[in-house]
């Protein structure tokens, strides 16, 4: 069965500090993986996705992901973090042999230490 | 523009109330989804529409009612609900059904 696993249900992270969330998926073909990012009562934005080609995607706010085949992981890292990036992420696959609905990651919820 | 919106913000209503979602999207988007979030979990798929068509019903109540009255436009009737319905509730958007969804704000919905 496809899955999504988000091993760490929070980080904290202090302002300035490199950022490295991680997920693994389990899935049989070529994942579509997406991140998302939503900050609290919001909905969720779109951070960067990965469909083919180049493994390191760039995505929007600094972030970029490194999809990995052998480890079946897409880790998204970010460089310096801000306080504005604490929020919950979610990592998702799609799956197609479930009419293209997207497995989420229970999600890692991000604090940063000012 | 990547936008996707929906009204109202926040809706209180009884259980006997009758009450519904809004969400559109003017992106030529041809994929139309409503979601169910409760607090410190991943979204819920409730509905799917394809070309204006109901595609996937994830076995939801029918106390929820979807509608989608053209490309555009996307409504979730509620009817009858029970306080355990209280949660998010998200409308996405996509180009189809193998790219990626584009999320509204949601609408925070309590049932008392």
């Known amino acids: 069965a496809q899955s999504v696993t988000q091993p760490d249900i929070h980080i904290t992270v202090s302002e300035g500090a490199s950022l490295e969330l991680r997920c693994n998926y389990s899935y049989g073909a070529t994942p579509y993986l997406f991140w998302y990012v939503q900050s609290p009562g919001q909905g969720l934005q779109l951070l960067l996705k990965y469909f083919s080609g180049d493994t390191l995607v760039q995505g929007i706010k600094g972030f970029e992901a490194e999809f990995k085949r052998s480890q079946s992981s897409f880790n998204l890292r970010k460089p310096s973090v801000h306080w504005s990036d604490a929020a919950e992420y979610f990592c998702?696959?799609?799956?197609?042999?479930?009419?293209?609905?997207?497995?989420w990651g229970a999600g890692t919820k991000l604090i940063i230490k000012p | 523009d990547t936008e996707v919106t929906q009204t109202p913000k926040h809706l209180v209503m009884g259980m006997t109330n009758k009450k519904s979602l809004k969400c559109e999207q003017h992106?030529?988007?041809?994929?139309m989804y409503w979601y169910k979030q409760k607090a410190k979990k991943p979204p819920e798929l409730m509905f799917v529409?394809?070309?204006?068509?109901?595609?996937i019903n994830e076995s939801v109540p029918s106390r929820f009612s979807p509608e989608c009255p053209n490309s555009s436009l996307l409504n979730l009737h509620l009817h009858a609900l029970q306080p355990e319905d209280s949660a998010l509730y998200l409308c996405?958007?996509?180009?189809?059904?193998?790219?990626?969804?584009?999320f509204g704000p949601g609408t925070r919905l309590t049932v008392t």
């Open positions: 992106m030529g988007h041809r994929a």
């Open positions: 529409y394809s070309y204006e068509k109901l595609s």
């Open positions: 998702a696959v799609l799956s197609l042999a479930s009419n293209y609905q997207l497995i």
């Open positions: 996405a958007s996509s180009q189809g059904s193998g790219y990626e969804q584009y």
